[in-house]
């Protein structure tokens, strides 16, 4: 059964105008969540983090909004930008769960495509 | 930033012979590292977790005589793909975490791995 889920495989947005990507997660145990934005044959870099105590954490043109009562995050992009456009992949983990470390649990991931 | 370099970034191999991959930390030490497989359209499959100076921890399912995993510095793992078959073909990526409260993860560039 999977823990974070992506549900839209792909979404196509308009340059300058806002991409919003969503995740849904099960298990309540998480309290760190994380985006990774990744290009083909890539490894994923690292977006941006909120932490379960937190709703909202802003970096930039990037927001990520936790809505831990729906067990919701979503990643805004606003404006969006041709340069934006891969997989965004959505992870999550717990200092309590997967060890000391908190492994990562990643969703299948939303390819976002930015059109000039 | 801290940044993970993995190498090589893609190889082809015969089926029967043994491929190495490597994983280091260029600026920063990691006493764990992590080893995930994609396939494709799918989200990234935590195998194991790589501890420095003692054994790897892998995940259900992931066969430890098959993908041998030796984290023989602070900077470097490496994953062995033994007797490899053409179904072991898939995108190999490394992570590691900088010390630090809820540092995030940062990944490797991945291996493309062929099997023939």
């Known amino acids: 059964d999977q823990q974070v889920k992506q549900n839209s495989p792909s979404l196509s947005v308009q340059e300058g105008r806002i991409s919003i990507l969503n995740c849904d997660y099960t298990?309540?145990?998480?309290?760190?969540f994380l985006w990774y934005k990744k290009y083909p044959a890539e490894g994923p870099t690292f977006l941006i983090s909120?932490?379960?105590?937190?709703d909202k954490n802003e970096d930039g043109r990037f927001t990520v909004f936790l809505n831990k009562s729906a067990k919701h995050l979503s990643l805004h992009i606003v404006p969006s930008q041709p340069g934006d456009s891969a997989v965004y992949f959505c992870?999550?983990?717990?200092?309590?769960?997967?060890?000391?470390?908190?492994?990562?649990?990643f969703g299948k991931g939303t390819k976002l495509s930015v059109k000039p | 930033g801290a940044v993970v370099s993995q190498h090589p970034s893609w190889v082809i191999c015969k089926s029967g012979t043994s491929v190495k991959i490597e994983c280091r930390s260029l600026?920063?030490?990691?006493?764990?590292m992590f080893w995930y497989r994609q396939f494709p359209k799918q989200s990234l499959m935590l195998m194991a977790t790589?501890?420095?100076?003692?054994?790897?921890?892998?995940e259900q399912g992931v066969e430890k005589d098959k993908f041998l995993i030796n984290h023989a510095s602070l900077t470097l793992s490496t994953l062995t793909v033994t007797s490899a078959h053409p179904e072991d073909s898939s995108f190999y990526i490394c992570s590691a975490r900088p010390q630090g409260l809820n540092s995030p993860l940062h990944f490797g560039n991945g291996t493309r791995l062929t099997v023939t």
């Open positions: 298990n309540s145990m998480f309290d760190y």
């Open positions: 992870a999550a983990s717990g200092y309590n769960y997967g060890g000391s470390q908190g492994n990562l649990i």
């Open positions: 909120i932490s379960s105590i937190k």
């Open positions: 600026d920063f030490q990691a006493t764990t």
């Open positions: 790589s501890n420095e100076g003692s054994k790897a921890t892998y």
